[in-house]
């Protein structure tokens, strides 16, 4: 299967630890990137590749890793401003297709 | 610093066919990226369309394939999106983006996105 399960919404309460997952079998063979979503705006990436690359801009809060079948982001001391969106991505077992996963709303209370 | 800018027709008939243009500033369109479309039905989550290289090489969503050509156009340093016999289902926000393809694969760089919506 070439499809990417997330959970549809997490919450955390400000300045705790928060991981958000994805699931899928292409995840065995390839890294997941994951991005970031506010309301009205444009994705914009905060996590790609293994050892936590990150983009220049994006706080090193934020982090990732994988095991198995499963990609993680974990958000470190999650601020209010962390609320949003996010999304995994992955190639599929042909490295031709590429899918997102349905999303995680992240909820700072 | 690179931008991507989506243009074209806010409004399209159903039947009809979707285009859309991706200018690209601050990187040339013939460097060893890929160049991507991804949409957002509204409220929903993002659904990959395709990718296109500069030498015309394609990757398409299989779900699309059949409806959706991406081509390049090196001369005015942007990339185009077409998707035919549009439908209501195709209403969506329409985003471009860069892809970095090497030993991990991303989309460093997106455009604000172009609304489209499919209506008579």
């Known amino acids: 299967s070439s499809e990417l399960t997330q959970d549809p919404a997490v919450s955390v309460a400000l300045g705790q630890t928060v991981r958000i997952t994805c699931q899928g079998d292409?995840?065995?063979?390839?890294?997941a990137s994951w991005y970031q979503q506010k309301p009205g705006q444009a994705p914009i990436l905060v996590i790609f590749?293994?050892?936590?690359n990150r983009p220049s801009g994006i706080p090193d809060r934020f982090s990732g890793s994988s095991s198995g079948h499963t990609a993680s982001l974990t958000i470190t001391g999650a601020q209010a401003e962390d609320e949003a969106d996010y999304y995994c991505?992955?190639?599929?077992?042909?490295?031709?297709?590429?899918?997102f996963g349905g999303g995680t709303k992240l909820t700072v209370l | 610093q690179v931008q991507l800018q989506e243009s074209g027709p806010g409004l399209v008939k159903p039947s009809g066919t979707l285009s859309l243009t991706c200018a690209v500033s601050g990187a040339s369109i013939s460097s060893t990226n890929w160049w991507s479309w991804v949409r957002q039905p509204p409220g929903k989550g993002l659904e990959w369309i395709g990718e296109?290289?500069?030498?015309?090489?394609?990757n398409y969503n299989p779900s699309l394939k059949s409806r959706v050509t991406l081509s390049v156009d090196k001369s005015k340093n942007h990339f185009s999106l077409r998707l035919s016999s549009v439908t209501a289902a195709d209403t969506a926000v329409y985003y471009c983006?860069?892809?970095?393809?090497?030993?991990?694969?991303?989309?460093?760089?997106w455009g604000k996105g172009t609304t489209v919506t499919v209506s008579s």
């Open positions: 292409n995840l065995r063979s390839y890294y």
């Open positions: 983006a860069r892809v970095v393809w090497n030993a991990y694969y991303y989309l460093d760089v």
């Open positions: 590749g293994k050892n936590n």
């Open positions: 991505c992955s190639r599929d077992s042909s490295d031709n297709h590429r899918v």
């Open positions: 296109v290289y500069h030498s015309g090489s394609t």
